[in-house]
């Protein structure tokens, strides 16, 4: 279907377009043949109409002709003739018309005629110029879906990151763990396999709420907590509003395990994470803060969590999500800005 016939307001907009056109025609009519105003804009009120909707025609003809895999014969043979035959329908529309309006007007069919050559040549300039556009508009078209097909390549590279990476920690940790408790490294294993299946499941789909995401990030930290036992301790202050925004999936837990790799894993009497989420009418703040140890080697470097998180709001919201990181002498806080209602930009 045209783009123009998506909507009735388009296709009034389209309509309203033609005005100009239509005036300038029924001027050069007047000026072509012995017509006055009236008689003119009488005339080319009907065919101006016509060839306002013909002129849409070349969207079918130039999606089936496309610019650079289509012969040049065949594109002026087929356009051409289509501009012709377009052009001697106008002109017989244009003479029954006059005809219609000898009465009030007499001798108008007659009086006509001289400017029907005119008007058959300026009727091809008009279709090949539809067509110009036309083909220009597929053009921007066709960029723009393989722009969004590129982000949403981008995206699922980014995306099948983020469970190798954390399952290989996790399976780092289970391992540490089977020589110290097999007990808790049994139920370490039994909450992953929660863990990946609520991911995998969640993983599918394009944005989920806010909540979701968060339940999933809880679920990550019920299998740290086996780790960790009481040294890792979590606090969540997250507004109401928070959970309808709409968010890419498996975006907060690689904050979280960020904070708890490289914050709580590195101090001996572990630490406290703190999730904050606050909404305003346009964007969403949410913010994870973790202690850690200054004077412990660090590993960030070698680390895709936060840059992965940060590739996948790029390509997803462009300029319109944030990611800061600020830290003090003993804290590192971590800042997600998204705006609320917008899924991509």
């Given at each position: 279907m045209h783009p123009i016939f998506a909507s009735r307001t388009n296709l009034i907009?389209?309509?309203?377009?033609?005005?100009?056109?239509?005036?300038?025609?029924?001027?050069?009519?007047?000026?072509?043949?012995?017509?006055?105003?009236a008689e003119s804009a009488a005339v080319t009120g009907p065919f101006t109409l016509v060839l306002a909707l013909a002129c849409l025609s070349p969207w079918y003809s130039c999606r089936y002709l496309p610019l650079r895999s289509t012969p040049v014969w065949k594109l002026l043979?087929?356009?051409?003739?289509?501009?012709?035959?377009?052009?001697?329908?106008?002109?017989?529309?244009?003479?029954?018309?006059?005809?219609?309006?000898?009465?009030?007007?007499?001798?108008?069919?007659?009086?006509?005629?001289p400017a029907l050559p005119v008007l058959g040549g300026m009727v091809v300039l008009i279709y090949l110029l539809a067509i110009a556009l036309h083909y220009a508009l597929l053009a921007v078209r066709s960029s723009r879906e393989a722009e969004i097909l590129a982000r949403e390549s981008e995206l699922k590279a980014l995306k099948a990151q983020i469970n190798p990476h954390f399952l290989f920690n996790c399976l780092h940790s289970i391992s540490a763990l089977t020589a110290i408790d097999a007990g808790r490294a049994r139920d370490m294993c039994i909450r992953l396999s929660d863990f990946l299946r609520s991911s995998l499941r969640l993983g599918e789909r394009t944005t989920i709420p806010f909540r979701e995401e968060l339940a999933l990030a809880r679920s990550y930290l019920d299998v740290e907590q086996v780790r960790f036992g009481d040294r890792l301790r979590v606090i969540q202050e997250i507004e109401e509003g928070c959970g309808d925004v709409e968010v890419p999936p498996l975006l907060v837990q690689p904050l979280v395990e960020n904070a708890i790799k490289h914050g709580i894993a590195t101090m001996v009497e572990g630490g406290e994470i703190s999730m904050r989420g606050r909404r305003s009418q346009d964007l969403m703040r949410f913010v994870i803060e973790n202690p850690f140890d200054p004077e412990a080697p660090s590993s960030r470097k070698n680390g895709i969590g936060l840059a992965n998180v940060r590739n996948r709001l790029a390509a997803r919201y462009g300029n319109a999500a944030r990611l800061e990181i600020e830290a003090d002498a003993n804290r590192y806080r971590v800042i997600l800005t998204l705006p609320c209602g917008v899924t991509e930009r």
């Open positions: 907009l389209y309509l309203v377009a033609w005005i100009p056109s239509g005036a300038l025609l029924s001027f050069v009519i007047s000026m072509s043949a012995p017509v006055n105003w043979t087929n356009h051409l003739l289509a501009a012709v035959v377009l052009s001697a329908a106008i002109q017989m529309v244009a003479r029954a018309t006059a005809a219609a309006l000898s009465d009030p007007f007499p001798h108008l069919d007659q009086r006509f005629n």
